[in-house]
């Protein structure tokens, strides 16, 4: 089908009178082009609109409006996604969710809490804490990322290892449909096998199957008890030697980060927390849960850490202390930006017990290509983050920067592992899925997207092109 | 100043627009719209250095609602220089004139060319403003204002306008005071409304920087930083400010530093050095000048903060209640934190409580309030509410403009006037004025 290309001063005045406040759609150019990227670098293209939607009853409207104008719809949250997944497309009207953000129950009997997707996953993290529970989940955007938006990307973050990622703790979504319907999926319920599990279709699908407007989240008891390790290497396979060391007896830390020596370098710039700029490597450890388990395993971790030649362990006096080095590791991305005009950060993933090759590969081809490359990740499950530093106006230093990308993606495919971890496929790496999934699957993903979206509507030419 | 067109593509550059900015911007969190946040404001010099958007009133508009509180800068890993992004915007908007009108100019050019360009005629004016005040004139003038007798702006200005103090900083103190065995010499600068409206604290400066074997130089005559004028367009004026600053002594040699007790002077007075970096005569002493500034705070800290004994007559009864707001220009501009709290508590006179949100900006940012009035006051309300809930019955501030705004009353809001507001260095000297009494 062809869309139109230009929409009417009706057509967007309509538009407007669907909202509330007349505020709630923005149409200047200036207003514009701060919606026209999302975190992730050199992807920009301009919407034709932003609407902001108070309910779920807007944003089926908009929808409504949207079939009638044949106007695409690209849904976001605080867009601080790392794959060009909230970038509008060529037209769009984007739907920012960020100020439908209100927490609408907490059930401490079910262990649940109900959100509107807007609400920011630190909000969500916060009134869970009141009560004493806790939602795991913690992307190094929590901060400002919504939860909608991280339901969206399957948002993984720290503490994946112990406590998987955001799909783990969803239990129901609302969803507005392409056709404008408005459907519950899930429910309170531990067990529920009633037909397929839909709800999951949704989660990870970068807003091209419907828009998110409310959340169903499972929570946890908030353990009683955590300790932070910090553990400095001079050669980055002993810190790899080490985690596989601490998989392999049996313990399952909630947080084994690693951070380069670039990496550490930067975060220390920003942060000043005393990291060891000369180390080639550093461990970020932190286990939780009943305080005579912590006590062990935060003893076993340290003495497998000296015995894989660790310069220094340093357990972290305090809470305040343990804070700050996570928060530094969480800056990590933004701060290898001080290093060059350009980051590009990757996502390539393989299974745990391929890490060291993986790493080791990494460096290869920096070498190979003559790039700098600042490596940092989640080592406890495999989820790496090599991060280019370049400049997008050096256009043969670029060149290389695609070259080498995707010799790692092959690599990591090689190794049994994905072109993506946490991220999504969005438009940065829609390339490279076919050669990760496959065709079958490639065809599967088509025919569940003409089904639900028969009309290209939402987030048109994210993941694939439909 | 370079104009938007001509900086440096990298400054612009250097922001990958991660997003964190976000949660630490006061003017996103109010109103959720990422034209109002950091990332969005740098998106928009981005795409005018480019050439695809023209400096326009939308742009104008957008740069006039940032506060400048650069808590944005504080918290970006990544290392943008907002500051100067934010300085060279303004400046750009001034010269382009897009908010040109004759009143404007008047205003401005009478306040920036003029008054804050001679502290005697400024002296001059708060004279006058302290007689309106003790007659009550400036009540009146509001009254008049309601009844559309006189325009809203000129009543405002001069109902906001803090208390103006019976004596100045010259008459308050020596232009050299020494204590019996001195262990540094400092240079104190006096401030402009800090002079006029805060006197009291310059001469609390003095005492303590005593107490704490300094030498303290305090010339009669002295000049506003610049910081009013480069934060609203004026470089120009700014930087004749900063050269008057730089002439004020012959040699800095000998001083060990120039001390601010003024968050948003000292901010500016340090990057003086970049400031005039391209000024030949006086860049080199402007280098000096920079590298010898101190905040009152960070001074004292640095050459070692004296614990303040216990009155002797102190009774049981429980200590006051007292919070510290962070000044956006000594923590984040400045990076001082930790300084002020550990003055207070080297006090050991009052319970110091956690305040919420202390390092959001409360509105008052310059001439924020005269300019964005309705903003300036949801961020003063914000910030009354967090200090009312932790309960304390002092509130400790180290910044003329924070101080006047937040202890202004509004028919709005009475609650400021209820609560007490003292420079952290006020604080300090009181008890030391104290313990000396009880010791004679």
Redesign the interface.
Known sequence: MTVEKQFSPEALKELKALLGNPKQL?T????L???????T?TLEKMPVAVA?PHSTEEVAALMKWAIEHKCPIVSRG???GLSGGSVPSDPSVVVCL??L?RILEVDSKNLTLLAESGC?T?SIFDAAAEVGLFYPPDPG?M??STIGGNVAENSGGLRGLKYGVTRDYIMGLEVVMPDASVCWLGNKCVKDVAGYSLKDIFIGSEGTLGIITKVLIKLLPQPASRQTLLATYSKMEDAAATVSAIIEAKIIPCTLEFLDNITINC?E??THVGLPRDAAALLLMETDGHPQAVEDEIRAMASLAKIHNATTVQVAKNAEEAQALTTARR?????L??VS???ILEDATVPRSELVKMIRFISEVGEKYSLRIGTFGHMGDGNLHPTFLTDETNHEEMERVEKAMVDIFDYAISLGGTITGEHGVGTAKKAFLPRSIGSIQMRLLRDIKKSLDPHNLLNPGKIFDA | MKKLSELDFSIVQQCMHCGLCLPHCPTYLETLNEKNSPRGRISLMRQISLGNLELNKNFADEMSYCLGCVSCQANCPAGVDYTTLFETSRSSIEEAGINKNPFRKAIRHLFFRIIFQDLRKLRFLARTLRLFQSLKLDRALLKLQQWHLFPKSLANLVSKAPRIQNHFTHELLREHEKPTQARHKVLLLSGCVQDISYSHVNRDTMEVLVHHDCEVITPAQQHCCGSLHVHNGDAKGAEQLARKNLDMMDSLEGIDAIISNAGGCGSHLKHYDSFLADDQEYAAKARVWSHKVKDIHEWLFSIGIKNLEASPFTNDSPKEKLCYHQACHLCHAQGIKQEPIALLKSMGTHELVPLKEADLCCGSAGIYSLTQPETAQNLKQRKLENIKNSGAQVVAVANPGCHAHLSSSQSSDSQGESMKFVHPVSLYAEQLRKLSKEAN
């Open positions: 923005l200047q150019k200036e207003d082009i701060p919606y026209s990227f999302d975190g670098a902001f605080s867009g601080t960020t100020q953000n920011i630190q955007s901060k400002i975060v710039d920003f800056s990590a991305f933004s701060a930006a001080r005009p350009t980051t």
